[in-house]
């Protein structure tokens, strides 16, 4: 065999394999990087619990080499079943953090959880994690006027005020008399003026109730509206109007009794003189026991007149030169508002009770005291339950009788008894 011949046969030899080497590399390299790589690495991470709802948090600890191709939670209520697969898209590497939101969870309930990611080599998974809806209290609705068993009189004006109160926001409050809707406010707190007028007399439930987004609270009490009791002017004894109809009165009478009355005064039965008070007057009494006295009718009828204030649309009597008094002061009541604490509120609500007016009585019903301004009809007792007392305007600006008598009796002419230790008693002096 040539030389020639021994060197064509290398040359083809050696080009083979200069041509199937690169094959063989190629399937190689393709065959490893398949088989090269590791399924993902991931991180279960803590949530983030909400009302009804929760964030999972997760993160791609390594990749294993290899694309995700899909990653995200699977959950449940049940450690050994995560029927839920909360899918996310989009493309992610080692190092990434990732989460998804699940809404409307039941308070009380506790869930399951992993993160989890597949790539070509197959899926890799978290540590199962679990968490805990909190429980949903309901909320808790407080009346705060009228209180249970508060009575009125048909006609009168019942101030109604609640508020409600919880962990988490108040949606709604809604007030109900007797189950009928009156008043819902998108609020925590609600106030109402309730004219009984075209009530019938009974007993009624005073209901309000307030929505948190998941539970509703409810209060009640019940109120009384008793019938409206007939309203008569006074008139004078019959032994006045007899004595006065025959004209029998001796002169000494009719002198001791002309600063009282223009009419006649039996001053036997009445034998009492009061001081006189101003511009209202002098009148003779009698006592009666209690602490009460009973003045002289003819007085009565001269001086005392029945009236209908304004916004409560109850009836009262006073004495006629201060009845243009108390109407104007209950016109500004009706008609007025405060700011409280923020909040726009009818001075009409700062009502919960209204005693007075005209009361023939001495001060604190103490027979060894002084005749008190009720006896004359030219007082009024307002909120009386815990204002016999002092009322600082520094420490207590908001209190109900400190801003009525700014608003509404200061201005009509009234004088208020704060400065001798009884905030809930207003009186006219002339």
């Known amino acids: 065999m040539s030389e020639d011949f021994v060197l064509i046969k290398l040359i083809k030899k050696y080009y083979k394999l200069a041509i199937i080497a690169p094959i063989i590399l190629l399937l ?22 909400e009302r009804t709802s929760a964030t999972l948090n997760g993160m791609i600890v390594d990749d294993g080499g290899k694309e995700i191709t899909q990653y995200g939670f699977r959950w449940g209520t049940s450690s050994d079943n995560l029927q839920g697969n909360e899918t996310i898209s989009g493309k992610i590497t080692t190092d990434s953090i ?46 705060d006027k009228p209180y249970d068993g508060y009575t009125v009189t048909e006609g009168d004006l019942v101030n109604i005020a609640a508020t409600a109160k919880d962990e988490y926001e108040i949606e709604a409050i809604e007030l109900f008399i ?13 106030s109402y003026s309730w004219d009984t007028s075209d009530f019938e007399p009974g007993t009624y439930s005073i209901k309000v109730t307030a929505f948190d987004g998941l539970d509703s609270g409810e209060k009640a009490v019940e109120i009384i509206v008793e019938e409206k009791p007939v309203v008569e002017e006074p008139k004078p004894s019959e032994q006045t109007s007899q004595s006065s109809s025959n004209n029998t009165s001796s002169s000494t009478s009719r002198e001791a009794t002309s600063t009282v009355s223009r009419g006649t005064t039996d001053y036997s039965t009445y034998s009492q003189a009061s001081r006189v008070n101003g511009a209202f007057g002098q009148f003779h009494y009698r006592h ?49 508002t405060a700011n409280i604490n923020g909040r726009q509120v009818p001075l009409l609500s700062l009502i919960d009770t209204m005693d007075g007016t005209w009361v023939p009585r001495h001060v604190n019903w103490n027979p060894s005291r002084g005749l008190s301004n009720h006896s ?11 204002n016999f007392r002092y009322v600082c305007p520094i420490n207590e600006p908001n209190h109900p009788n400190l801003i009525l008598w700014e608003k509404a009796f200061k201005p ?17 002096i002339r």
């Open 28 to 49: 190689f390299f393709t065959i490893g990087f398949f088989y090269m790589g590791d399924i993902p690495t991931v991180k279960t991470q803590e949530v983030n619990v």
């Open 98 to 143: 990732f989460n998804v939101n699940l809404y409307g969870l039941q308070p009380g309930n506790t869930y399951y959880y992993k993160a989890y990611a597949v790539n070509s080599k197959g899926s890799g998974n978290g540590e199962v994690k679990s968490f805990i809806v909190p429980g949903n209290n309901p909320p808790e609705v407080s009346i």
């Open 178 to 190: 007797n189950d009928e809707s009156k008043l819902k406010e998108e609020s925590d707190a609600l």
């Open 288 to 336: 009666i026991g209690g602490g009460r006295i009973e003045i002289d009718p003819v007085w009565v009828q001269e001086n005392i007149v029945t009236i209908t204030l304004p916004g409560l649309n109850r009836q009262v009597q006073v004495h006629k030169d201060a009845a243009d008094n108390f109407i104007y002061a209950f016109t500004l009541i009706k008609n007025g």
């Open 376 to 386: 004359w009809g030219t007082a009024i007792d307002i909120n009386a339950a815990g």
């Open 412 to 428: 009509a002419g009234f004088s208020w008894g704060n400065r001798f230790n009884d905030a809930m008693h207003y009186e006219i």
